[in-house]
Protein backbone atom coordinates (compact mmCIF):
# COMPACT_ATOMS: atom_id res chain seq x y z
CA UNK A 1 0.00 0.00 0.00
CA UNK A 2 1.21 3.53 -0.87
CA UNK A 3 1.51 5.36 2.07
CA UNK A 4 3.91 8.31 4.32
CA UNK A 5 4.41 6.96 7.61
CA UNK A 6 5.07 8.94 10.60
CA UNK A 7 6.07 7.89 13.90
CA UNK A 8 5.39 8.64 16.74
CA UNK A 9 1.64 9.51 16.64
CA UNK A 10 2.01 10.59 19.79
CA UNK A 11 5.26 12.21 22.10
CA UNK A 12 5.12 14.63 25.78
CA UNK A 13 8.72 15.57 25.67
CA UNK A 14 10.39 17.81 28.30
CA UNK A 15 12.00 21.32 27.36
CA UNK A 16 15.56 21.03 26.20
CA UNK A 17 15.47 16.88 25.28
CA UNK A 18 16.38 16.13 21.56
CA UNK A 19 13.35 14.45 19.92
CA UNK A 20 13.45 12.85 16.02
CA UNK A 21 10.48 12.64 14.90
CA UNK A 22 10.45 10.15 11.67
CA UNK A 23 8.90 9.72 8.63
CA UNK A 24 9.29 7.38 5.82
CA UNK A 25 7.52 7.28 2.45
CA UNK A 26 7.18 3.99 -0.29
CA UNK A 27 5.96 6.05 -3.38
CA UNK A 28 9.57 6.61 -4.90
CA UNK A 29 9.09 10.79 -4.64
CA UNK A 30 11.59 13.19 -5.31
CA UNK A 31 9.97 15.85 -3.24
CA UNK A 32 9.29 15.35 0.76
CA UNK A 33 8.16 18.04 3.13
CA UNK A 34 7.39 18.83 6.66
CA UNK A 35 4.44 21.33 8.20
CA UNK A 36 3.12 21.87 11.47
CA UNK A 37 -0.41 22.65 12.16
CA UNK A 38 -1.59 25.24 14.64
CA UNK A 39 -5.38 26.41 15.26
CA UNK A 40 -6.14 29.71 13.70
CA UNK A 41 -2.64 29.41 11.28
CA UNK A 42 -3.25 26.70 9.01
CA UNK A 43 -0.23 24.53 7.67
CA UNK A 44 3.25 26.13 7.66
CA UNK A 45 5.89 24.55 6.10
CA UNK A 46 9.11 24.34 8.06
CA UNK A 47 11.43 22.41 6.01
CA UNK A 48 11.25 20.86 2.12
CA UNK A 49 14.01 18.14 0.21
CA UNK A 50 13.59 17.81 -3.72
CA UNK A 51 15.59 15.12 -3.59
CA UNK A 52 18.79 13.57 -1.70
CA UNK A 53 20.56 15.21 -0.07
CA UNK A 54 18.60 18.68 -1.24
CA UNK A 55 16.90 20.63 1.71
CA UNK A 56 15.59 24.07 1.69
CA UNK A 57 13.81 26.49 4.81
CA UNK A 58 10.00 26.57 4.66
CA UNK A 59 8.38 29.70 6.31
CA UNK A 60 8.98 28.29 9.83
CA UNK A 61 12.29 26.27 10.44
CA UNK A 62 13.47 27.82 13.20
CA UNK A 63 14.16 25.46 15.78
CA UNK A 64 14.24 22.57 13.53
CA UNK A 65 16.48 20.32 11.58
CA UNK A 66 16.32 17.69 8.55
CA UNK A 67 18.23 15.37 6.90
CA UNK A 68 17.67 13.73 3.23
CA UNK A 69 20.19 10.75 3.43
CA UNK A 70 18.19 8.29 1.36
CA UNK A 71 15.24 9.11 -1.29
CA UNK A 72 12.81 7.30 1.27
CA UNK A 73 13.30 8.92 5.03
CA UNK A 74 12.86 12.57 6.09
CA UNK A 75 13.26 12.93 9.75
CA UNK A 76 12.69 16.00 11.49
CA UNK A 77 15.16 16.82 14.64
CA UNK A 78 14.31 19.26 17.34
CA UNK A 79 17.41 19.68 18.90
CA UNK A 80 16.51 21.37 22.16
CA UNK A 81 12.58 21.56 21.52
CA UNK A 82 10.50 24.63 23.79
CA UNK A 83 6.82 24.72 24.47
CA UNK A 84 5.96 27.04 21.37
CA UNK A 85 7.25 23.92 19.88
CA UNK A 86 4.02 22.39 20.68
CA UNK A 87 1.94 21.11 17.77
CA UNK A 88 0.63 18.68 15.59
CA UNK A 89 3.53 17.42 12.50
CA UNK A 90 2.90 16.06 9.50
CA UNK A 91 5.40 14.98 6.83
CA UNK A 92 4.66 14.24 3.40
CA UNK A 93 5.57 13.66 -0.13
CA UNK A 94 4.89 14.83 -3.46
CA UNK A 95 5.78 13.03 -7.09
CA UNK A 96 7.40 15.46 -9.54
CA UNK A 97 5.38 16.80 -11.86
CA UNK A 98 6.95 18.23 -15.59
CA UNK A 99 6.34 21.63 -13.90
CA UNK A 100 7.34 21.14 -10.61
CA UNK A 101 5.85 19.35 -7.07
CA UNK A 102 2.13 17.84 -7.43
CA UNK A 103 -0.38 16.27 -4.93
CA UNK A 104 1.20 16.11 -1.27
CA UNK A 105 0.38 12.82 0.25
CA UNK A 106 0.57 13.26 3.85
CA UNK A 107 1.04 11.11 6.90
CA UNK A 108 -0.96 10.41 9.82
CA UNK A 109 0.34 13.33 12.16
CA UNK A 110 2.66 13.67 14.88
CA UNK A 111 0.72 14.79 18.03
CA UNK A 112 3.65 16.90 19.95
CA UNK A 113 3.29 18.17 23.70
CA UNK A 114 6.73 19.77 24.78
CA UNK A 115 6.47 20.29 28.54
CA UNK B 1 7.02 33.59 4.13
CA UNK B 2 4.59 33.74 1.34
CA UNK B 3 1.21 35.45 2.31
CA UNK B 4 -2.00 33.13 1.30
CA UNK B 5 -4.94 34.81 2.85
CA UNK B 6 -8.20 32.69 3.03
CA UNK B 7 -11.82 33.63 3.52
CA UNK B 8 -13.88 32.99 4.80
CA UNK B 9 -12.66 31.34 8.22
CA UNK B 10 -16.01 29.61 8.94
CA UNK B 11 -18.82 28.68 6.76
CA UNK B 12 -22.00 27.58 7.49
CA UNK B 13 -24.67 26.26 4.74
CA UNK B 14 -27.79 24.28 4.16
CA UNK B 15 -27.41 21.10 2.32
CA UNK B 16 -27.97 21.09 -1.00
CA UNK B 17 -26.75 24.70 -0.76
CA UNK B 18 -23.53 25.61 -2.50
CA UNK B 19 -20.13 26.96 -0.71
CA UNK B 20 -17.27 29.54 -2.11
CA UNK B 21 -14.22 29.58 -0.13
CA UNK B 22 -11.71 32.18 -1.59
CA UNK B 23 -7.89 32.60 -1.48
CA UNK B 24 -5.81 35.57 -2.41
CA UNK B 25 -1.80 35.54 -2.52
CA UNK B 26 0.73 38.06 -3.22
CA UNK B 27 4.17 36.01 -5.18
CA UNK B 28 2.98 36.55 -8.72
CA UNK B 29 5.88 33.52 -9.26
CA UNK B 30 3.48 31.14 -8.43
CA UNK B 31 2.25 28.22 -10.71
CA UNK B 32 0.41 25.56 -9.06
CA UNK B 33 -3.06 25.85 -6.60
CA UNK B 34 -4.34 22.49 -4.41
CA UNK B 35 -7.23 22.73 -2.12
CA UNK B 36 -7.29 20.04 0.32
CA UNK B 37 -9.98 18.31 2.36
CA UNK B 38 -9.21 17.56 6.44
CA UNK B 39 -11.66 15.95 7.82
CA UNK B 40 -11.67 15.74 11.56
CA UNK B 41 -8.79 14.01 13.41
CA UNK B 42 -7.74 13.10 9.39
CA UNK B 43 -4.77 14.01 7.41
CA UNK B 44 -5.29 16.52 4.43
CA UNK B 45 -6.02 14.98 1.30
CA UNK B 46 -6.12 16.75 -2.00
CA UNK B 47 -9.64 17.14 -3.69
CA UNK B 48 -9.17 19.07 -6.82
CA UNK B 49 -5.80 21.43 -8.08
CA UNK B 50 -4.66 24.43 -10.80
CA UNK B 51 -2.14 24.81 -12.61
CA UNK B 52 -1.62 28.91 -14.00
CA UNK B 53 -2.13 28.20 -17.26
CA UNK B 54 -5.56 27.03 -17.04
CA UNK B 55 -8.69 29.39 -15.90
CA UNK B 56 -11.13 26.93 -14.42
CA UNK B 57 -10.89 23.34 -13.44
CA UNK B 58 -14.27 21.16 -12.54
CA UNK B 59 -14.57 17.54 -10.67
CA UNK B 60 -18.08 16.58 -10.01
CA UNK B 61 -19.36 18.39 -7.82
CA UNK B 62 -16.06 20.57 -7.28
CA UNK B 63 -14.62 23.39 -9.16
CA UNK B 64 -11.64 25.57 -8.67
CA UNK B 65 -11.35 29.17 -10.52
CA UNK B 66 -8.27 30.87 -10.94
CA UNK B 67 -7.33 34.63 -11.72
CA UNK B 68 -4.11 35.41 -11.81
CA UNK B 69 -4.21 39.23 -13.06
CA UNK B 70 -6.02 39.71 -9.97
CA UNK B 71 -4.42 36.58 -7.81
CA UNK B 72 -6.65 34.96 -6.32
CA UNK B 73 -8.20 31.35 -6.95
CA UNK B 74 -11.48 30.15 -5.42
CA UNK B 75 -13.40 26.38 -4.67
CA UNK B 76 -16.64 26.28 -5.42
CA UNK B 77 -18.49 23.46 -3.95
CA UNK B 78 -22.23 22.83 -5.48
CA UNK B 79 -24.79 20.58 -4.17
CA UNK B 80 -23.30 20.28 -0.32
CA UNK B 81 -24.01 17.43 1.65
CA UNK B 82 -23.05 16.41 5.13
CA UNK B 83 -19.99 14.67 4.08
CA UNK B 84 -18.57 17.85 3.06
CA UNK B 85 -18.45 19.23 6.47
CA UNK B 86 -14.18 19.32 6.95
CA UNK B 87 -12.36 22.00 7.04
CA UNK B 88 -10.24 23.41 3.22
CA UNK B 89 -6.98 24.85 3.12
CA UNK B 90 -6.12 26.44 -0.50
CA UNK B 91 -1.99 26.62 -1.29
CA UNK B 92 0.28 27.79 -3.53
CA UNK B 93 3.55 26.42 -4.78
CA UNK B 94 6.27 29.25 -6.14
CA UNK B 95 7.87 28.62 -9.59
CA UNK B 96 11.19 28.60 -8.57
CA UNK B 97 11.45 27.02 -5.06
CA UNK B 98 8.29 24.83 -4.74
CA UNK B 99 7.57 26.00 -1.57
CA UNK B 100 4.06 25.28 -0.41
CA UNK B 101 2.34 28.14 1.56
CA UNK B 102 -1.25 27.58 2.57
CA UNK B 103 -4.17 29.37 3.59
CA UNK B 104 -5.40 29.46 7.23
CA UNK B 105 -8.21 27.00 6.74
CA UNK B 106 -12.00 27.41 6.04
CA UNK B 107 -14.50 25.25 8.75
CA UNK B 108 -17.49 23.99 6.19
CA UNK B 109 -20.48 22.80 8.01
CA UNK B 110 -23.13 21.61 5.98
CA UNK B 111 -26.39 21.47 7.83
CA UNK B 112 -29.22 18.49 7.12
Known amino acids: EAQVTQNPRYLITVTGKKLTVTCSQN?????MSWYRQDPGLGLRQIYY???????DKGDVPEGYKVSRKEKRNFPLILESPSPNQTSLYFCASSPQGARGPTEAFFGQGTRLTVV | GENVEQHPSTLSVQEGDSAVIKCTYS??????FPWYKQELGKRPQLIIDIRSNVGEKKDQRIAVTLNKTAKHFSLHITETQPEDSAVYFC???????????FGAGTTVTVRA
Open chain 1, 49 to 55: SMNVEVT
Open chain 2, 91 to 101: AREGVNDYKLS
Open chain 2, 27 to 32: DSASNY
Open chain 1, 27 to 31: MNHEY
